[in-house]
């Protein structure tokens, strides 16, 4: 009898921790499928939020709804221009005063009219944000013995082509063609304001966010067409700009321009600007100075204007 109960006594410790073992395994594998089957009915992750929104021109609403100028570094103030364009259906007419002072030479725009509108063609199913421009100056030039003259300056036409976008890098780029020409009749050549001929300006622009400032930099090549006696020269600059308040921005530009051999029509130019955000319009002041110049005369740049933006309202019926 005691040899019976040995007997069941040691096939019960052999046995019962095997059944454990194996019903450990079952619930283990049933768990496991379980698991799987949950991770495979998650939802898909939405992708992260932009890192840097699109700046509208202006003033804009921030991510906290908070109404900020555009500290972009752009034109104007500045000669350098950022790769943004008005919304589609916005027209931004920019007004500005200006002069370029030298020893020899007094150039002053007293009226610049930059006028712009903003289209969004369509290519290959996509929009395309592109800006149509169109200035022209009423201009002076004066200098020693020289008289004041005055009248319609060089005009240019142009379209900006903002073709990348990427507000997760904060990078943006636009093409800008432009060609500008002496207004017929206006007599500008013989006066002094405006090159003969016309001047084929293609431009690549290009801007990237950074944590506490804005970069653009700018590169492009000057053709002049109907005009032998001058060269083609290239331009390049870079400019920074912070928001210093909520509606105050400071900007500033290195730009230098010369023929592609760097023995002609040099010019390395600073400039400083300020925007300001004045209800729903900007006012901004520019002052510079040249660095280089082949004339050998020291110039400065001073310029004082205003930017309107005008949305036309949607008409609900």
């Known amino acids: 009898m005691r040899h019976l109960i040995r007997t069941v006594g040691f096939l019960a410790i052999v046995i019962l921790p095997a059944i454990g073992v194996s019903a450990q395994t079952e619930v283990g594998g049933k768990d496991g499928q379980s698991q799987a089957q949950t991770v495979t009915q998650r939802p898909v992750k939405r992708p992260p939020a932009p890192l840097f929104r ?35 259906g916005e027209y931004e007419i920019n007004f500005t005063t200006q002069a370029d002072l030298s020893r020899d030479v007094q150039h002053i725009d007293l009226l610049f009219v930059d006028a712009n509108y903003g289209v969004a063609p369509k290519f290959a199913g996509h929009e395309l944000p592109t800006q149509v421009k169109f200035e022209f100056p009423v201009a002076a030039v004066t200098g020693k013995g020289s008289p004041f003259v005055a009248g319609i300056g060089g005009a240019k036409v142009g379209l900006k082509f903002n073709f990348y976008n990427n507000e997760h890098k904060g990078v943006s780029l636009a093409f800008y063609p432009q060609i500008e020409f002496a207004v017929a009749g206006s007599g500008s050549v013989k006066k002094g304001l405006a090159e ?17 400032l804005t970069l653009v930099a700018n590169g ?68 510079g100075r040249s660095l280089f110049s082949d004339d050998g005369f020291a110039h400065t740049y001073v310029g004082l204007g205003m930017k309107v933006l005008v949305t036309p309202s949607t008409h609900v019926p």
């Open 54 to 88: 699109k700046h509208h021109r202006g003033t804009y609403l921030d991510a906290q709804g908070v109404e900020v100028v555009d500290a972009t570094p752009q034109s104007p103030p500045l000669e350098t221009d950022d790769p943004g364009v008005p919304d589609k």
């Open 196 to 212: 003969p001929g016309q001047t084929l300006i293609l431009p690549l622009l290009a801007s990237k966010e950074l944590k506490y």
């Open 220 to 287: 492009a090549v000057n053709a002049p067409i109907h005009d032998s006696e001058r060269d083609t020269t290239g331009t390049f600059g870079v400019g920074f700009g912070r928001a210093m308040r909520r509606k105050l921005a400071a900007m500033v530009e290195v730009r230098a321009e010369s023929t592609f051999d760097l023995k002609r029509d040099r010019l390395v130019m600073l400039k400083g600007g300020l925007i300001r955000g004045v209800g729903h319009h900007i006012v901004y002041a520019s002052v």
